[in-house]
């Protein structure tokens, strides 16, 4: 419930080149670390020392995914021109730092980088949420399972050594 409310709070981009990247960082770097000393806390002398690190440092990748997959943060931090922070029409959630004085670049052009920043953002979190699936995917040796589907509706998940087991030409002479 504190993750979902801290989601709703609303992001308000500086708009200045010189504390974009500060600001932003701070809604990255704060909160990740926040839940992965919190999770250290809770799981004090709980698990061996890896999967310990590892469950540690869910709660603060997941945060990280979210804000990527956001896209208006890690686009605040990369823009590079002043402006005003503002929804790009009322029914849509994109912002964008609006220039307030036209540049060498027209407010098309600076749109259409504003866009890919949250593209490449997007991209990130799809690549990150892949990346931790994979490691507990490794760590947690769910990978090397196989899948026996029984007769019926009824499906069971075995280890690779329990279906050897059970197959007669399994058995070693």
């Not at 080149?17 to 806390?41: H, K, Q, R, Y």
């Not at 804000?67 to 021109?81: E, I, K, R």
Request: with cysteine.
């Amino acid at each position: 419930m504190g993750l979902e409310e801290l989601m709703e709070v609303e992001f308000e981009c500086p708009c200045n080149p010189t504390w974009n990247g500060v600001f932003s960082s701070t809604f990255f770097i704060i909160p990740a670390a926040m839940a992965f000393t919190l999770m250290l806390i809770i799981q004090k002398g709980t698990l061996e020392w890896s999967k310990k690190t590892v469950s540690c440092f869910v709660p603060a990748i997941v945060w990280l995914i979210l804000l990527f997959f956001d896209g208006q943060y890690f686009a605040c931090a990369m823009t590079t021109w002043k402006g005003r922070f503002v929804a790009v029409d009322k029914d849509d959630q994109m912002k964008w730092c609006k220039p307030n004085v036209t540049s060498e670049l027209s407010m098309g052009d600076l749109w259409a980088i504003t866009q890919k920043f949250y593209a490449f953002s997007q991209g990130t979190s799809w690549v990150l949420l892949i990346c931790v699936c994979l490691i507990l995917c490794v760590i947690n040796g769910r990978c090397d399972q196989g899948v026996v589907i029984q007769a019926g509706e009824n499906v069971a998940v075995q280890s690779p050594e329990a279906m050897a087991l059970q197959r007669p030409e399994a058995v070693a002479v």
